[in-house]
């Protein structure tokens, strides 16, 4: 790994941190506008066809997928939220992987190279593993990794089948939390930005372990 290598994937922990840390004092100083009854009154107000609509397309370019997830639990329930999500990843999925297997190929290697994410070479024995690997560890956000993977020599019916069960299985919190909003606490939304730090670290550690493992 080289040094510049090094130094973007520190100075993206350290922006990622600082972003969390930010998020967190934001919701301290709305703490006391911050309760179920404007959660709940917030999801509901926005137009359905909207935003399903953005839902299926919005995490494509980038959007943080998370929120959206957050809102679905609040306007379907559980089943409903999943139900939802895993129709809007395999779509993604499929998107993804047309996308980077078309005439858009060399711009996204561009891209993401200029990112600082690199295309990985992947034994075919190993890429069932990879790929779960891959979508389990919390690293680049969901956009990036799609496309990152769709690059890769993966085949179609790995990365769908292999990939999207993980995302949908990471799903459940998120949209647990939507679902039980009308019971949640404040202490709880600051335990879940906590949370989100830890496993952010974790993935970054993991990803660096794994890429000194690798090479």
Not at 69 to 89: D, E, K, N, S
């Amino acid at each position: 790994m080289t040094l510049t290598t090094r130094l973007r994937q520190h100075k993206k922990l350290v922006v990622s941190i600082l972003l969390l840390v930010a998020a967190g004092i934001a919701l301290w100083s709305y703490r006391d506008h911050l309760n179920r009854e404007s959660i709940v009154a917030f999801a509901e107000g926005l137009s359905l066809p909207l935003f399903v609509l953005a839902f299926f397309m919005l995490p494509l370019i980038g959007f943080p997928i998370t929120p959206m997830l957050v809102v679905a639990g609040i306007r379907f329930g559980f089943g409903g939220g999943m139900a939802v999500a895993a129709g809007a990843i395999l779509f993604h999925h499929v998107v993804a992987f047309r996308l980077t297997h078309g005439l858009f190929r060399e711009r996204l290697r561009n891209r993401l190279g200029r990112a600082g994410h690199g295309i990985p070479a992947i034994d075919p024995k190993h890429q069932a593993w990879f790929t779960a690997l891959f979508a389990a560890v919390h690293g680049p956000p969901y956009a990036p990794k799609l496309y990152l993977l769709a690059l890769t020599d993966v085949p179609f019916r790995i990365y769908l089948w292999v990939g999207a069960p993980i995302y949908i299985f990471f799903c459940v919190i998120p949209i647990g939390a939507g679902s039980a909003v009308n019971t949640l606490k404040p202490w709880v939304i600051y335990a879940l930005v906590g949370m989100s730090a830890v496993l952010l670290a974790a993935g970054f550690f993991l990803k660096k372990k794994y890429t000194r493992t690798g090479s």
